[in-house]
């Protein structure tokens, strides 16, 4: 599908809209070359539809025609003064060819309500009235908003970590009341950091703690296991000070000091909890096997057979199997490979060294997997994995990971550290003990070359297929019949 010549995506998968104004009616648009709005979105379709709504107004808006003899009021399209080094003053202004007549009586009225002043170097300068600075009176949920939408434009924040924010930011409201941003005290904040201390994880979702307001869950007696771990009370309080920063430069805040200072639990005293995520762990060749058998064939949901295949042979991320378009499957040197890339408007990497060129291990192959992709391409499917549908933050691998999780639990497969990513500890693991240099395991699972990151902790790709088919193929299990 052809993206129309308005709509645009920047680096963080944001979409925005983006039309120029024709030169000729800059000049009732203060001199702008552009209309530039964010979408906020990274939905490709919903994108779609609100930039061709907006194309529709602007076109609109370009074609109406203008009041001319408003425009004397109108200080954004009237003259410019420009002073002179001989102390004398100039005019210009961006004119519409056509309409000069009446362009040329609204710069004439203009001018004429303007002082008399003929020279400036000869006026004497006067000193306006003292004035006591006026403060901006906002609630903290309308300064929340407008932050958010600042870190958005301004610091071009992904939609994720956007949510994030608001998330945040709207449990500092519920805690403590939509007040001015002003009427926030040190007392506010230190009872604030007292309240998000004995909040509970997920208290949206445990069937205990659903629908209960801040009082009520304080009232209760809340497990030290089910609290909030030190990182997240402390990813609260610095998104509220960051908050009260951002008013203080936009003068919403007059206090001296920031009452979010400081307030912060230490590291050193790091409270252990029961949702506290283990390091993940690799999988055992009899655990793969038990995933194979059960692996379900429904032709309707093809990901949940293929994904936990193409994982075990390849080391590769969630996302960048679900997100794999039938062209990815090529041929070079005579070996069919995954292309990892980026290069569609739907796929997405986690590093630069992501992108690479990964031979297909043969029992892929022998599984019939080839077979499968020539048939989603027979019915014109762009995607691999058809029965996949993006989140709103534009991934595929959001639904299928649950599914996972269920899966393998049913399977007994409970241990912790162990889910899907499992299988790409698993691979790099069995890479190291086939004495792969570490180089070619970089090459195939994505890792920068060098730094001893793959090794330790479980590239961009210069290697041609037929330098990296050996270390793939040495990638073996000891399945069970």
Request: hydrophobic residues 30%; contains cysteine; proline residues 5%.
């Amino acid at each position: 599908m052809r993206t129309p010549t308005y709509l645009h995506r920047n680096s963080y998968g944001i979409y925005y809209f983006r039309m120029a104004i024709p030169r000729k009616i800059r000049y009732k648009f203060s001199g702008k070359h552009e209309i530039k709005r964010s979408l906020r979105t990274v939905n490709r379709s919903i994108a779609l539809k609100l930039a061709r709504e907006l194309a529709v107004h602007a076109i609109q808006l370009f074609q109406d025609d203008m009041n001319y003899k408003d425009l004397a009021h109108c200080k954004s399209f009237m003259s410019r003064l420009e002073l002179k080094p001989d102390g004398t003053i100039i005019e210009t202004i961006e004119t519409d060819p056509e309409h000069a007549e009446a362009e040329a009586a609204a710069l004439k009225a203009y001018r004429d309500s303007l002082p008399k002043v003929t020279n400036l170097r000869t006026q004497q300068p006067t000193e306006p009235p003292a004035q006591q600075p006026s403060l901006t009176v906002i609630l903290i949920s309308e300064a929340a908003e407008k932050y958010i939408e600042y870190m958005e434009i301004t610091e071009g924040c992904d939609q994720k970590t956007l949510d994030d924010y608001k998330a945040k930011l709207e449990m500092l409201v519920e805690a403590v009341g939509d007040i001015s941003v002003n009427d926030i005290t040190n007392d506010t904040a230190n009872d604030y950091f007292e309240t998000i201390k004995k909040i509970p994880s997920n208290r949206k979702k445990k069937p205990q703690y659903r629908g209960k307001t801040i009082q009520q869950l304080l009232n209760m007696q809340i497990p030290k296991q089910h609290q909030l771990g030190t990182e997240t009370v402390n990813k609260y309080m610095t998104r509220a000070k960051l908050l009260i920063e951002w008013c203080i430069k936009k003068g919403y805040y007059t206090q001296q000091r920031n009452p979010f200072d400081g307030l912060r639990l230490s590291k050193k005293s790091k409270r252990k909890r029961k949702s506290n995520k283990p390091p993940r762990t690799i999988l055992t060749d009899a655990e793969v096997s038990r995933i194979l058998q059960k692996l379900p064939n429904d032709k309707s949901k093809p990901s949940r057979k293929w994904l936990p295949i193409l994982a075990m042979y390849t080391g590769a991320r969630l996302e960048e199997l679900c997100q794999l378009h039938t062209s990815d499957i090529i041929k070079e040197d005579g070996i069919y490979c995954f292309r990892i890339t980026d290069s569609e408007e739907d796929q997405q990497l986690k590093t630069p060294n992501s992108i690479r060129i990964v031979p297909i291990h043969s029992e892929i192959i022998k599984k019939g997997f080839l077979e499968f992709v020539d048939e989603q391409k027979s019915l014109n499917r762009e995607r691999i994995f058809h029965d996949l549908q993006p989140d709103q933050y534009g991934k595929y691998s959001s639904s299928y990971s649950k599914h996972f999780v269920r899966y393998r639990r049913k399977l007994g497969i409970k241990a912790h550290g162990k889910c899907f990513h499992s299988f790409r500890h698993t691979v790099v693991t069995k890479l190291f003990d086939n004495k792969v240099e570490e180089r070619f395991t970089a090459a195939i699972v994505g890792h920068k070359e060098g730094d001893g990151f793959t090794y330790n902790h479980y590239g961009h790709s210069t290697y041609k297929p037929k330098q990296l088919i050996k270390a793939v193929e040495s990638i073996q299990y000891d399945l069970e019949p």
